[in-house]
T-cell receptor, first 110, second 116 residues
């Protein structure tokens, strides 16, 4: 079956440092989505990427979709304490089923 | 407020007991999903539905059943609970993203189930 791997599992950074999480799929994806889950909360949609090589930005967050549409990354510039949470990628090749990565838990040390 | 509502939020069961988790959405979404979340495992798809009266298996369907009798509701049932089913369960519904053909998932607050 489809597998979506995400690394690292945990990341601790000093406030102001950058952070990157990587997502890799065993199969080619039609689209990939990113979600953020705050501690004790539920996943909240951040962004969707559909085109090969696509790059999207949301303020300090930069999302990329690989040329082969099998990998993606999320980069946060100058982390803040409000960035704390777990970041999940979710890949799909049908548009209906989404397979989530294992998530990267981000801790920001003030 | 529009969204996805899950009930109950917490439940403790004994091994062998049965229960049903209810998910309700008021966004007129066609697609609904049940995921379970375990430490280090991310979110794993249990069952999903692409419309009223339809259901399909996800990655980890064993031990669970679902029903979608009404478009706004998606029920997850455990017929004989086992300790391995201790988890946080999330329901999600799918609305159209800007690109037709792909869903954006809206999640409920989660239901924490403990099986003793």
């Amino acid at each position: 079956g489809q597998q979506v791997m995400q690394i690292p599992q945990y990341q601790h950074v000093q406030e102001g440092e950058d952070f990157t999480t990587y997502c890799n799929s065993s199969t080619t994806l039609s689209n990939i989505q990113w979600y953020k889950q705050r501690p004790g909360g539920h996943p909240v949609f951040l962004i969707q990427l559909v085109k090969s090589g696509e790059v999207k930005k949301q303020k300090r967050l930069t999302f990329q979709f690989g040329e082969a549409k099998k990998n993606s990354s999320l980069h946060i510039t100058a982390t803040q304490t409000t960035d704390v949470g777990t970041y999940f990628c979710a890949g799909s090749n049908t548009g209906n089923q989404f397979y989530f990565g294992t998530g990267t838990s981000l801790t920001v040390i003030p | 407020n529009a969204g996805v509502t899950q009930t109950p939020k917490f439940r403790v069961l004994k091994t062998g007991q049965s229960m049903t988790l209810l998910c309700a959405q008021d966004m007129n979404h066609e697609y609904m999903y049940w995921y379970r979340q375990d430490p280090g495992m991310g979110l794993r798809l249990i069952h999903y539905s692409v419309g009223e009266g339809t259901t399909a298996k996800g990655e980890v369907p064993d031990g669970y059943n679902v029903s979608r009798l009404k478009k706004q509701n998606f029920l997850l049932g455990l017929e004989s609970a086992a300790p391995s089913q201790t988890s946080v369960y999330f329901c999600a519904s799918g609305g159209w993203a800007l690109m037709p053909g792909a869903n954006v998932l809206t999640f409920g607050a989660g239901s924490r189930l403990t099986v003793l």
